[in-house]
DNA sequence: ACCTGAACACCGTTCAAGT
DNA sequence: ACCTGAACACCGTTCAAGT
């Protein structure tokens, strides 16, 4: 009995030692994606890594960190998935369109997961914080390819802030309209963010 | 003492007769614009009114009730705010530039208001209901002054309903990133909204 | 009809105590 | 160092009872 009731050796310290918090994430991040924000308690938590209620404030000082720690983990993936599809498409022109629709589709796969990203429930006042360090990173690839199409002559030359910033917002707008479902037409989101990045496209070359 | 405890004729029917609903969610808006959504209690409210912490069951059946009403109202003030913005700027291009900074503008003065009507706290599913129907009416603003502007030749003619949903993509966009103070430039939020929407008009306009 | 008080089933967080 | 159990101060919601 005492035997079978550990399911691997060590499998006691190996839940309470060192991991816990990266498994608090992960468990975390699950939860939020299958019920929701509002769907994750400490005490779910806690009970699902089978470990006492109060374990996690020796890893996180209290929610909303590990909540930021969610948003941390999120924003890195998404700088992978944006860097991913503006690489395979071949950068440029078509390249910046895939980037659109790739934003749009990770905030459509991911939802829970994008809306602690950008719902508002974290501070992002820290400029030092490591979630401000990773958003910042996420915006740097769109940042990176306005900059690289402006020296190819893609798109017209000034200051690429505001313009990355314009766009950046559009596909936001367009990632949270879709996930609120308040886009009823017939498109679907990622339609929708191919359309824009056609408009914006028009909106900014050279010759406009 | 039994006088001047009422401090006016008939107070106490006055609170609990007829108007509880409205005063629950005029309540709730000034609670939520001073210590956001979540310093919103309906155990606060029922205080505030000094009425007991079940009695706005009568009104409505939970909490998302109460919130959906509040987010209803937002609707339609800021619909209002739209409209205003298009009309007294003489409709046209400028009245619609000025209408993209107006979204823009309510936004940053009703930021936890503005989280209500869009933050996902809402089902948004039932497409008969109240809150539904204050949305749309609210897009419907900016649908109709895109179809003027067609008629009258000064937007390319194409089906308005995607050029609409991008168009409010990017505003809502600026505004959650404004509110999430998000955005790290030297630009104000309605500065963004300006640079947008000039963006937006060279890529919607007839010749491009 | 509308309102009330007590109670229920949850929360996040703290803290003295264990190993 | 890391974890635990009990306790505290909150929540939203329900329900029998009052007028």
Not at 44 to 70: C, I, M, N, Q
Not at 121 to 126: E, I, P, Q, R, V
Not at 168 to 174: F, L, M, N, S
Not at 175 to 202: H, N, W
Request: net charge positive.
């Amino acid at each position: 009995m005492a035997v079978s009731s550990r399911p691997q050796r060590k499998a006691r310290d190996a839940y309470h030692h060192g991991n816990l918090r990266e498994a608090l994430i992960a468990q975390a991040v699950q939860t939020i994606r299958k019920h929701g924000v509002e769907g994750l308690t400490l005490r779910g938590a806690g009970a699902d890594l089978r470990v006492s209620r109060t374990a996690l404030y020796r890893h996180f000082p209290d929610k909303h960190a590990l909540l930021a720690a969610v948003a941390t983990e999120g924003f890195r993936s998404f700088r992978a998935a944006l860097l991913a599809a503006w690489e395979s498409a071949g950068r440029g022109r078509e390249g910046f369109a895939a980037m659109g629709m790739a934003y749009v589709r990770f905030a459509v796969i991911n939802p829970s997961h994008y809306r602690v990203m950008f719902g508002g429930f974290l501070d992002s006042a820290g400029t030092e914080s490591e979630l401000s360090v990773a958003g910042a990173e996420a915006f740097q690839v769109l940042l990176d390819a306005i900059a690289e199409q402006q020296a190819q002559g893609l798109i017209r030359a000034e200051d690429p802030l505001p313009l990355a910033q314009y766009i950046w917002a559009a596909v936001h707008g367009i990632a949270m309209l879709v996930i609120d479902g308040r886009l009823q037409g017939a498109q679907t989101g990622e339609e929708l963010a191919r359309f824009a990045m056609a408009r914006i496209r028009t909106g900014i070359d050279p010759g406009a």
